[in-house]
């Protein structure tokens, strides 16, 4: 009897976590407003603001219309099958709005990935960086590794919640007191979603022609 109900105990757990790390995935795609909230950096034309196997965080809720040079984003190469996380270098026309990006580490921007970025080339705005996490990726084999990208970044997100409360409790009791890895030149980003789906890229050669890395 103890036996079976320590069995019937153990299940109940594991299906409480399956439960719980769902509705996580769940929550974070829709408040980030796109299927792939989370992309690993797989190339250095970003650094040193990003590096690769850094986590980046993309809220696709921003829209299009309101980037500014300077933000960094996350969208589709429009002459390639590639993702790409590059910064906002110029805007090129504003209707219909048109950009230009560049890799921070690159000496121009590339034709073909980094220009002319239109509305449906637009993945999102990146919003987070979590260093290095991307290390997982490498270790776990999908959909494992995604899953403990998504509970880090929830578990980060309540934290940042109940700092947030805290903080501000502390404020109102106040009142109480007297007063007192390479330098290629495409940065992509892998996808995180659980079917596998990367976006690969390598460095492109010397005239700048982006040569794809399979994986």
Same mark, same amino acid.
């Given at each position: 009897?103890?036996?079976n $109900?320590a069995?019937?105990? %153990?299940?109940?757990d594991? &299906?409480?976590?399956?439960?719980?790390i769902?509705? &996580?995935?769940i929550g974070l795609r !829709?408040a980030?407003?796109?299927?792939?909230?989370f992309?690993? !950096?797989?190339?250095? $034309?970003?650094?040193?603001?990003?590096?690769? %196997?850094?986590?980046?965080? !993309?809220n696709?809720?921003?829209?299009?219309?309101h980037l500014?040079?300077?933000?960094? =984003?996350?969208?589709?190469?429009?002459?390639?099958?590639?993702? @790409?996380?590059?910064?906002?270098?110029?805007i090129l026309?504003?209707?219909p709005?048109?950009?230009r990006?560049?890799?921070?580490?690159?000496?121009g921007?590339?034709?073909g990935?980094? %220009?002319p970025?239109?509305q449906?080339d637009? &993945?999102g705005?990146?919003?987070?960086v979590?260093?290095?996490i991307?290390? !997982?990726t490498?270790?776990?084999?999908?959909?494992?590794n995604?899953?403990? @990208?998504?509970?880090?970044v929830?578990?980060m &997100?309540?934290?940042? %919640?109940?700092?947030?409360?805290?903080?501000?409790a502390? =404020?109102?009791s106040?009142?109480?007191?007297?007063?007192n890895?390479?330098?290629?030149n495409?940065?992509?980003a892998? $996808? $995180?979603?659980?079917?596998?789906?990367?976006?690969?890229f390598?460095?492109p050669?010397?005239?700048?022609?982006?040569?794809?890395?399979?994986?």
């Amino acid at each position: 009897m103890k036996k079976n $109900s320590a069995a019937s105990g %153990f299940v109940k757990d594991i &299906i409480i976590v399956i439960i719980g790390i769902a509705i &996580i995935w769940i929550g974070l795609r !829709v408040a980030f407003g796109t299927e792939n909230p989370f992309y690993v !950096v797989s190339s250095g $034309s970003m650094i040193p603001t990003l590096n690769v %196997f850094d986590v980046i965080v !993309v809220n696709g809720n921003i829209p299009f219309d309101h980037l500014k040079v300077g933000n960094i =984003i996350v969208f589709h190469a429009p002459a390639e099958d590639l993702v @790409i996380v590059h910064r906002v270098a110029d805007i090129l026309s504003q209707n219909p709005l048109t950009i230009r990006t560049k890799g921070d580490a690159n000496p121009g921007s590339i034709p073909g990935i980094d %220009f002319p970025i239109t509305q449906k080339d637009y &993945i999102g705005k990146v919003v987070y960086v979590i260093p290095q996490i991307g290390y !997982v990726t490498r270790i776990l084999t999908p959909p494992i590794n995604y899953i403990i @990208i998504a509970v880090i970044v929830g578990v980060m &997100i309540v934290k940042q %919640f109940g700092k947030a409360k805290t903080n501000t409790a502390g =404020i109102l009791s106040s009142k109480d007191l007297p007063s007192n890895s390479d330098n290629s030149n495409v940065a992509n980003a892998e $996808s $995180s979603l659980a079917d596998k789906e990367y976006a690969k890229f390598d460095k492109p050669d010397k005239d700048q022609e982006p040569e794809e890395k399979k994986e």
